[in-house]
């Protein structure tokens, strides 16, 4: 599934700079380091954080897009950065573990 | 490619929202020359967490990355406080970064295990008072 096919099922938009990227598996986490360590490339990756650095992990860790869970919103300049680095941000009004079940049905 | 391609940059101690712009342009450099991508993930990834290190507890420093054809070296090198135990340091889950640090989601004691993680070789020398080289090795095939 790519990451614009997801628009579809509730999911918002909030930077998509790549929207034909194809979504491998999940990854939930809030501590960065810890993310890094552990998610996979091409992952969707679900957090509540919205601060600058969650753009260059989503980078350098190479995952396919990052879903801000519970309506958490991503501040304009973040957003022009995310869309400079060819970050992938979509928006989700559930928590986390819904959008991670939602992702689970629609992945599997 | 017969000569090292070297990469210097020096990473400011001031700014946390900064930080990452090495590492960030080294990978896509390195994009540009067509390196395996698991490799260039590897080194972007170490090499962050270095930055990030070097932000939160030693006011910045310097980052070199030296691009062989065999293998790639980050050389990261502060001035800061040095530190006491590196095999404590090491350990994951170990930190002394402050709560505004874990604010912004970092301090969860992964950075070191991140950086041996993902590289292949490391070595750190670190004095008291003096700061800290922690040397990294990628290797390419």
């Known amino acids: ?108 | 490619m017969s000569e090292p391609l070297v990469f210097h940059f020096d990473v400011d101690g001031s700014d946390f929202t900064s930080a990452g712009t090495a590492s960030v342009t080294v990978k896509k450099n390195l994009r540009q020359l067509g390196l395996p991508a698991d490799v260039i993930r590897k080194l972007s990834i170490a090499m962050y967490e270095g930055e990030i290190n070097m932000v939160i507890h030693a006011n910045g420093g310097t980052a070199d990355v030296i691009v062989t054809e065999q293998y790639i070296d980050i050389i990261l090198k502060d001035q800061g406080p040095g530190i006491p135990d590196v095999n404590l340091a090491m350990q994951e889950g170990y930190s002394t970064a402050t709560a505004q640090i874990h604010s912004l989601g970092f301090g969860a004691g992964m950075g070191l295990p991140n950086m041996k993680r993902y590289s292949d070789e490391m070595k750190i020398d670190t004095e008291l008072g003096v700061g800290t080289t922690v040397s990294m090795r990628i290797w390419i095939r």
Request: proline share 4%.
């Open chain 1, 1 to 108: 599934m790519t990451v614009s096919e997801l628009l579809e099922h509730g999911f918002s938009e909030i930077s998509l700079p790549d929207p034909d990227r194809e979504i491998h598996g999940v990854y939930i986490g809030d501590l960065l380091s810890w993310v890094m360590g552990r998610a996979d490339a091409d992952n969707a990756w679900i957090t509540i954080m919205s601060n600058i650095n969650v753009i260059a992990v989503a980078t350098l860790a190479d995952t396919a897009v990052v879903i801000l869970s519970e309506d958490v919103d991503l501040p304009e300049d973040i957003v022009q950065q995310a869309q400079v680095k060819g970050v992938n941000v979509l928006k989700s009004s559930v928590p986390s573990y819904e959008t991670a079940v939602k992702l689970y049905e629609l992945l599997k």
